[in-house]
Structures are given as C-alpha cells and as structure tokens.
C-alpha cells in the first residue's frame, strides 16, 4: 500500500498517521482472516453422535445350548456356552485388526497376515501378537443376551447361565453379571 | 504488499496493467458485475464445505441439514451464508442484466458474451431451484413436483428432461441424489466453465462497453493496483452485508418431505413466484414453458436483431430505444407477477 | 500518488463488525431463554437416536412409570424433529398439536401392535375401544333427540361426533357403523341442528369448552390427563405458561383419575330440550373450591355415601368407561356395574373370579396403581357382564375389601346378606337402594 520512509536524524516520526491507519487495516484484515481459518477448522471438526454399533441384542439364553460356539457375523463375535454359562470372543484379529474366519480344524484363521487361533480364541501362530479379547455379555430387560463390543474381559469370565433364563427373570431372581 | 515499485501480486496479475478510468466508473457499472462474480465465489467455497455434512439420500437429507443448522459448530453460518450469497448471486446478475441491456453493453462485438451472460443466468436459476430441492422439506415439495412436471411439458425433449432431472417416474429416492449431482456438478461446472469465458471475452471484446475517447481528449487510466484495491474494498462490505445477514436472518427448515403430509400453503420459490403466477392463468405448456422461453429467446436476440445502435458507455443511449423498452418491460412483467405472488 | 487508507480501514471494520455478529450469534441461539446454553441429547433405547427436545423442555415431567423416558423418548409419542433446536423446525411434523392421543393422531401416536393398538385377545385394544365407546361418539345423545323431535322412529344410533365403524361385533346390540353428524344438514329437524351446532364439546373427540371446570383435553388426555379448575399448567416445563387455560395440570398419564375429571363433562349441568341449550349448574363456587359433597352430583341426583366418597372410576372400570370394543346407542347397553356387584343380595354372594394367570390382564391393570397390592391367586369381584373390578377383593376369611383407586383408602364392603336390608330382590336399580340409602345434602 503506502511506502513507510525510513528514519533518520532530521526525518519526521516514522509512522504517519496513513501508515498506522495501513497496519491498522492489515492487521484487522489478518485477524479477520485467522477467525475465518479457526472458524472453518472448528466446523470440519464435528463429529454427529453415530448411532450405537457396539451393542447388540442377541436372542434369549434359551437358543444356544451348552458346548455350543455360534458365530455372529454382524457384530464380529463368536458366542460360546459352556457348563460355566456364556462368554464371547471379539473376531477382530490383534495385528492389523481384520476380520477373523472360521478355519478348517475348528479354530480361526486369519485372511490378511495368515494368523491362526484355537477353538476357544488362543494363539496358535501368526503375526497376531496375542489371543482373541473377551468381550462382556448381559442380558436385558426382555431376557435377551446382550453383547458390548467396547468391553473386555479375561478369558475365564462367565455370564452364569442358570440365573440367565428368563423363567427365572420372571419369578424375580437377579441376572448376575458373572 | 506492493510498493510503487514492487512485483505486482497474482491477484493483480488477473487483471490487465490497466484500464481506461471511463471503464471504472460505479456509477456506471454499479459493479453487478464484480458482485455476482464475489456471490458466485462465497456460494461455491460454502458450498463446498457443506458438501462435508449434507447427506443426499431421502431419509437423511433433511436430517443432516437439521444437523447443520443446530448443531455442527457455526454450520448456521455456513448454511446462511451459503443461502444468502446465492439468492443474492441471482438479484446481482438479473440486474447485471438490465444494467448492460440499458447502457449497450451488449452490442456490437460483445453480441455473444451477451449470450453467455444469459446462459449463465439460466444455470445459476437452475442452481437455485436444484438447491433449494436439496432441503427435502415439506414446503418444496410441491413445489419441486410442479417445477419438475413443468420439465415434462417441453415437447419432443420433456420426458427425457424429466427423467434426466428426477432420475425415476416420478420423485422419489433417486430424486435427492440426482438433484445433488446436479447441483454440484452437471450444473455447477458448466456455471464455472461459461463464468470464466464470460470474464475472458470481457478482456477479449476491449474491456467493459465505453464511449470511444474524442481524438484529443486525455485518457486516464486506473492502474490495476488501484482497480485490484477497489474490487477488494467491494468484496469486504459485500462480505461483511452477507455476515450480517446470515446472523439476522437464517433460511428456512421445514419437517422431512412427507408425500402423505404436504403443507397446504404453496410457493414457488421467490425467483421463479412468476411462473407461478403465470401459471395460475392456464395451460402449462403456453404459459409455464413458452411465454418464459419466449421472454428468453427476446432478450437472446436484443444486441443481435433488436439492438442496432451504437452507442456505447452511457445509461439509456438515444438509439436503443426499442431495447430499452423491452428490456424494462420484461424487467416490470417480472417484477409484476412476482409481487402478486409475494401478496397472495 | 498512494490512495487514503481509509476507505479500506472502513470496509476491515466493517468486515470485522460482521464477524462479531456471527460470534454473538454463535453465543446466543434461540434455545438460550430456556436455560440451557447446551444442548440436551436424550438417546431413548426404543429407537437409539439422539433427541434433542430436552434442550428448552428440560423440567418437564416424565409422562409416566409405563413410559420411562429414557426408553421411549419423546419423538416415538409426540412426532416432530429430534435434531431441531428451535420451536418452529422442531415442531415440524408434530402429532396433535401438544396432545398426541386426540384421536386425529392416536393411532400414529399411541397405536402398533406392541402398544395400545393391538388386539381384544391380548389386552392392547385401546384405542379401538375408546374410540367406539359413547363417550368418543355421543351416539345416544343424538338418537335420543333425533328420535325426540321425529328425525328417525326408534332409538338406535344411526349418527355419531365423527364417522366411525366397526366390523367386528362382540355384543347383541353392536353397531356396524356409524355416520357424522354435520350441522349443516338441512334435512335434519331445526333442533337436532341445534344440537350439532352447539352440544357436542363433551366427547372425546374435541377438546372442551374454554371455561373453569370444563378443562380437559380430547382424545385419551381427556381422562387420564388429569387437568386442575382453570385448566393451568403448574409443572416444571419452562416453556409451557402457567397462566394460561387448555392445560393438563402436568406432563402426566394416570390410570387413577379422580372424579373431578369425570366432572369436566359429567355433573356439569343440563340440558334442555325446549330451547336446545345447555343450562350450566349454578350451586357451585366459580373458583374451584366448593367441597367434594357439593361438587360431585348435581343439585338434583340422589346418591349414597360410596357414591361420593369413592371416586367414579372404583365401580365404572375400564370395560365400561372405555367400551368394550363395540358401537352402542345407550349406556345402558354397556353399564353393568350395580349395587350387588359387590354387596350382593340377600340371597347371593357377589359375583368373583380369582386371579390364575400371571398374564391376567386385571393384575396389568392393578400394578399400575400403586396404591394396589393384588397379587396372583386373589380373588376379585367381576360384574354379571365380565367386567372386572380389581380393586374390589374377597378376602380368604370371606369379608370383601374395597381398596380406592385414587386415594388408596381401603374400605370395609358390607354385605346385603346377613343384614337388615329389606329390599325386593328382583328389584336391583339402584334408586331401589336410594330409597333408604341416599344421603341428604346439608
């Protein structure tokens, strides 16, 4: 905009009246310009409530007997039932986070890296660097099994399967939460 | 930033080294020009970063601009400014319009950027209505129903306009993602592409219309810094006017688009209330499709078969007359139907 | 030459004073009156989606213990926009205006299979019932004045408020169908014109005359939306005025309505068929506050002591009060609660059922009530038409307990056998009772 004149020993003040009205101006322009730039920053950064992926309904304690081990594709678990009552193993694998699949000798196999798992979630081999997570079970108010992706729980937990009928629910005893 | 001396920036380097001071006058041009090309700048850049939260789909649409509006930080503003820049993008380039049909600035070799100043008119209408479909809400649904049945009445070409535009028979869940592709891209890029000509032939056709200088009259010229430093002036108080009304007032939301439930109040959007109220008159397609192409092929032809004078760079040349006439005219027509429809 | 700077420095303050706007804006959106500058997410369980109404209506009072908030929210009843903040947007798409069981919206609102739209066999048939009982349709009403001014020759209903049918008919005098109304039927005699113009504000179907002691809401509301004398709003929600009529006292459901709500329609006067208008009564004070022996019947009735110490709805239960799923032209043909139900005659021990199922829909209907204890193998009085009043018991030692509704009092039930009442059996309405029983007003 204007030229600044340099100072000297017989020049008047450095900075008229023009050029401080200029720097005015500029720096007004800037700070205009960086509340934009923080605005624009603080828009992008929101993030809407997502819905809950974590949780998921099952179906009553009732659909799956001891010993059995069903694989629940939606919510990337596989639910077991033994005579200790119900847990349930997170089918992400621990190297790179893939999607673990059924393998011929009954355990799981991992489709990325060649991981491979026991029946019940242990490592047998791989990159992975340890055994599939345990992920909490509860059951709630209609008697259903619910299963919470966001926990973990140690491979001996157990969700008590003979105060999970809902029979039992009925006549007033309290789900334990094993 | 520069010095008499300094490199000129790039902003500068857009511009030519400078124009006749004849070319710059606002009283002259009213800087609609300048305007709608700022409007057409702010719309695309807000525009964009909505692109970051709008969901195009059926179900959601009006779910994500609810989000927007309530609870994104200052998704308000980007909403508001983004409506706001363009309702003002069409009064700018209408009057635009009028300010070049009535001081010549269309004859003679500017014939054709004439020409594409009217297309560009047509998609940023075009713009507008798409957008305002993108809200998905119960006041646009007539409305969308008829603008695009509308479509229909064109012969030969309107089913295929139809469906190009609705994306099925009839509006439904293609019609959201459709009128989303269109809006920010089958019209946009076409809208960029003709606005970028429309600025180059600008330069080409000798600069803004002026009046030839007499032989021996001095003929100033505004170097392009001083030019540059007054487009950016214009720019800041258009800049700071969009804020404050984007502030003061903000478009409106209606509930999701619910075919069983449609607002027995219904209005065409404000820039296309004449068509309504033509409509209301009769047939569609003499009254709803002709009568406005019509009016369209009229102002095509103004520099071409109407406008034959010559006289350049003043308000209401003595020998464009008929022009004038017309232009006004079509200009009152407008603005007639439109506040009828305002009043109803 | 360099140009001034001001005009530049303008247009940045300018500018800047736009941004301070916006920031202003920002700090202050329309919700901020209401309190909260945050807005207040709500993620029913019903529907897992985020509802923001609780940003301005925070206060406001659970609508009930069978609709706890935090699983039903508050879109899956009232409709509107869960993601708005301001009224205009969020009350887009509202279901009834603020009553979403008037029966324009009910079925929308409160209907579906699971909820109160179900079917007769599993309990879930409300809104069927409701809205073809005779306090939805007014049907005797218009055919008793059609048949009194010679628009039709017998008593059966042929006109109701609104247009309803029914094809399913459980009873002997149901109805297939009945027809609106309209007040313009130039066909009809002058005086049933009369009636459609100006009598027909006490039925479920519209909301009352704006008057103290009128104020009730339509549709479900209209009972168990219990509403004070001036029909004012005295509950937490800021949003809602507290001085203005056409209110529910609060933002609560009961199953417990007192008989000052049955009073809103009932007991509020007479009507006359010689000028076709409503005669309100003149005996009470215009605020409110005339004492429940006065307020209860008209000048007129005659009543006894549990007729005015109970409230309305301890004898007239739901299979009366609501219908019982059929189109009827009288109450007669519904009302089967009497004065034997549950004192019996001198011959005969009430009529009672016991309760075996934990399913049975009296022991639903009693836990709703706090004030009940009825438990599974109770025995409980039932009316020679079914209709079960869970809040009467038979104890095991044979004494028979009445346990009120709305106050939880517990009465001793005394017994016609065994005492000295002289009545003629085979005469059992009750102003046979009345005779001795009824009470002299002071």
Same mark, same amino acid.
């Not at chain 2, 124009?19 to 719309?43: D, H, K, M, N, W």
């Given at each position: 905009m204007s030229a600044i004149p340099s100072s000297g020993p017989d020049r008047p003040p450095?900075?008229?009246?023009? =050029?401080?009205?200029?720097?005015?101006?500029?720096?007004?322009?800037?700070?205009?310009?960086?509340?934009?730039?923080?605005?624009?920053?603080?828009?992008?950064?929101?993030?809407?409530?997502?819905?809950?992926?974590?949780?998921?309904? $099952?179906?009553?304690?009732?659909?799956?007997?001891?010993?059995?081990?069903?694989?629940?594709?939606?919510? %990337?678990?596989?639910?077991?039932?033994?005579?200790?009552?119900?847990?349930?193993?997170?089918?992400?694998?621990?190297?790179?986070?893939?999607?673990?699949?059924?393998?011929?000798?009954?355990?799981?196999?991992?489709?990325?890296?060649g991981s491979r798992f026991a029946r019940l979630g242990d490592l047998v081999h791989g990159p992975a660097p340890r055994d599939l997570e345990g992920v909490a079970l509860s059951i709630d108010e209609q008697g259903r099994l619910v299963l919470d992706m966001t926990s973990r729980v140690d491979a001996a937990w157990r969700l008590s399967a003979p105060h999970a009928t809902l029979e039992d629910r009925r006549a007033g005893a309290a789900g334990s939460g094993g | 930033?520069?010095?008499?001396?300094?490199?000129?920036?790039?902003?500068?380097?857009?511009?030519?080294?400078?124009?006749?001071?004849?070319?710059?006058?606002?009283?002259?041009?009213?800087?609609?020009?300048?305007?709608?090309?700022?409007?057409?700048?702010?719309?695309?850049?807000?525009?964009?970063?909505?692109?970051?939260?709008?969901?195009?789909?059926?179900?959601?649409?009006?779910?994500?601009?609810?989000?927007?509006?309530?609870?994104?930080?200052? %998704?308000?503003?980007?909403?508001?400014?983004?409506?706001?820049?363009?309702?003002?993008?069409?009064?700018t380039a209408g009057l635009h319009? $009028?300010?070049?049909?009535?001081? =010549?600035?269309?004859?003679?070799?500017?014939?054709?950027?004439?020409?594409?100043?009217?297309?560009l008119l047509v998609l940023v209408l075009g713009l507008d209505f798409s957008g305002y479909g993108l809200r998905w809400d119960a006041s646009i649904g007539w409305a969308l129903l008829v603008g695009t049945n509308l479509l229909r009445q064109v012969p030969l070409l309107g089913e295929g306009l139809y469906r190009w535009a609705v994306g099925g028979p009839g509006l439904g869940e293609a019609t959201v993602l459709r009128l989303f592709g269109w809006h920010v891209f089958g019209l946009m890029l076409p809208a960029l592409a003709l606005l970028v000509w429309h600025l180059f032939r600008v330069r080409r056709d000798g600069g803004i219309a002026h009046a030839p200088p007499a032989a021996d009259e001095p003929t100033p010229r505004l170097p392009r810094r001083e030019l540059v430093r007054g487009e950016l002036l214009a720019m800041l108080l258009a800049g700071s006017a969009l804020l404050i009304v984007a502030s003061l007032a903000a478009p409106a939301l209606d509930g999701p688009l619910d075919s069983a439930a449609l607002s027995t109040e219904v209005h065409?959007?404000?820039?296309?209330?004449?068509?309504?109220?033509?409509?209301?008159?009769?047939?569609?397609?003499?009254?709803?499709?002709?009568?406005?192409?019509?009016?369209?092929?009229?102002?095509?032809?103004?520099?071409?078969?109407?406008?034959?004078?010559?006289?350049?760079?003043?308000?209401?040349?003595?020998?464009?007359?008929?022009?004038?006439?017309?232009?006004?005219?079509l200009a009152l027509g407008w603005g007639l139907l439109t506040l009828r429809g305002v009043l109803r | 030459m360099n140009a001034s700077p001001r005009p530049m420095l303008l247009a940045a303050l300018a500018l800047a004073a736009g941004v301070a706007l916006v920031g202003l804006r920002d700090q202050t959106p329309p919700y901020a009156p209401y309190g909260s500058v945050v807005p207040i997410a709500l993620v029913p369980s019903l529907t897992g989606e985020p509802e923001y109404c609780l940003t301005c209506h925070d206060g406001i009072e659970e609508i009930s213990p069978a609709h706890p908030t935090e699983v039903f929210g508050c879109v899956r009843c009232h409709g509107g926009q869960p993601l708005a903040l301001d009224a205009e947007t969020a009350h887009a798409g509202l279901l009834g205006g603020r009553n979403p069981s008037d029966f324009a919206v009910v079925e929308a609102a409160c209907g579906g299979s699971e909820c109160h739209g179900g079917t007769a066999e599993e309990g879930r048939d409300h809104i069927q019932r409701s809205r073809t009982s005779l306090q939805a349709t007014y049907a005797g009403a218009i055919a008793a004045v059609r048949h009194a001014f010679g628009a039709q020759a017998d008593s059966i209903a042929h006109f109701a408020v609104a247009a309803v049918s029914?094809?399913?008919?459980?009873?002997?005098?149901?109805?297939?169908?009945?027809?609106?109304?309209?007040?313009?039927?130039?066909?009809?005699?002058?005086?049933?014109?009369?009636?459609?113009?100006?009598?027909?504000?006490?039925?479920?179907?519209?909301?009352?005359?704006?008057?103290?002691?009128?104020?009730?809401?339509?549709?479900?509301?209209?009972?168990?939306?219990?509403?004070?004398?001036?029909?004012?709003?005295? =509950?937490?929600?800021?949003?809602?005025?507290?001085?203005?009529?056409?209110?529910?006292a609060a933002h609560r459901l009961t199953t417990a309505s007192p008989y000052s709500q049955c009073n809103t329609c009932h007991n509020r006067g007479n009507y006359s068929l010689v000028d076709m208008a409503f005669h309100e009564r003149t005996d009470l004070a215009s605020d409110g506050s005339a004492p429940r022996l006065a307020a209860y019947y008209q000048p007129i009735s005659q009543f006894s002591a549990c007729e005015w110490e109970l409230d309305c709805i301890d004898c007239h239960a739901a299979g009366e009060v609501m219908g019982d799923g059929d189109l009827h032209s009288q109450m007669a043909e519904v009302r089967s609660v009497e004065c034997r139900t549950c004192h019996g005659t001198p011959t005969e021990a009430p009529l009672t059922r016991s309760i075996t199922d934990p399913d049975?829909?009296?022991?639903?209907?009693?836990?709703?009530?706090?004030?009940?204890?009825?438990?599974?193998?109770?025995?409980?009085?039932v009316t020679d038409r079914g209709d079960t009043l869970w809040n009467v018991l038979r104890r095991p030692e044979g004494a028979f307990v009445l346990t009120s509704k709305v106050s939880g009092t517990v009465y001793a039930v005394p017994q016609v056998s065994g005492s000295a009442c002289e009545q003629d059996p085979k005469d059992q309405a009750a102003s046979a009772c009345h005779e001795c029983h009824s009470i002299e007003r002071p």
């Open positions: 450095v900075l008229g009246r023009r =050029g401080f009205l200029a720097i005015a101006t500029r720096a007004l322009l800037w700070a205009t310009g960086g509340a934009a730039a923080a605005a624009i920053g603080r828009y992008l950064s929101y993030e809407p409530p997502a819905a809950d992926p974590s949780r998921f309904t $099952l179906e009553a304690p009732e659909a799956y007997p001891v010993g059995t081990r069903t694989l629940l594709t939606i919510a %990337g678990a596989a639910l077991y039932r033994d005579v200790g009552g119900f847990f349930a193993r997170s089918l992400t694998c621990g190297h790179l986070g893939c999607r673990v699949g059924p393998a011929d000798d009954g355990g799981f196999a991992c489709p990325c890296h | 930033m520069s010095s008499a001396t300094a490199r000129p920036s790039f902003f500068e380097h857009l511009h030519p080294p400078s124009i006749p001071e004849a070319q710059a006058r606002f009283r002259y041009t009213l800087g609609l020009g300048g305007l709608s090309a700022f409007f057409f700048l702010v719309v695309s850049l807000s525009g964009a970063l909505l692109l970051f939260y709008y969901s195009p789909s059926a179900e959601q649409a009006n779910a994500s601009i609810q989000l927007l509006q309530y609870h994104v930080p200052l %998704g308000w503003l980007m909403r508001g400014l983004h409506f706001w820049s363009g309702q003002a993008l069409v009064v319009l $009028l300010r070049v049909a009535l001081t =010549g600035g269309h004859r003679g070799r500017r014939r054709f950027n004439w020409l594409l100043g009217l297309a065409a959007p404000w820039f296309f209330l004449w068509i309504q109220e033509l409509l209301r008159l009769g047939d569609p397609l003499w009254l709803g499709v002709a009568l406005p192409l019509a009016a369209l092929t009229l102002l095509a032809l103004l520099p071409y078969s109407i406008d034959r004078g010559t006289i350049l760079g003043r308000w209401l040349p003595r020998d464009g007359r008929i022009a004038q006439v017309l232009a006004l005219a | 029914d094809p399913t008919m459980t009873s002997a005098t149901g109805l297939p169908s009945l027809e609106a109304l309209l007040p313009l039927a130039t066909s009809e005699p002058a005086q049933v014109q009369a009636l459609a113009e100006r009598c027909l504000t006490c039925h479920l179907n519209t909301s009352s005359l704006d008057r103290p002691g009128f104020q009730r809401q339509s549709g479900c509301a209209a009972c168990h939306a219990v509403a004070n004398w001036e029909g004012t709003y005295s =509950g937490g929600d800021r949003t809602i005025r507290r001085d203005e009529s056409g209110h529910a049975d829909l009296a022991l639903r209907q009693a836990r709703l009530n706090p004030a009940s204890a009825l438990q599974l193998g109770d025995t409980v009085v």
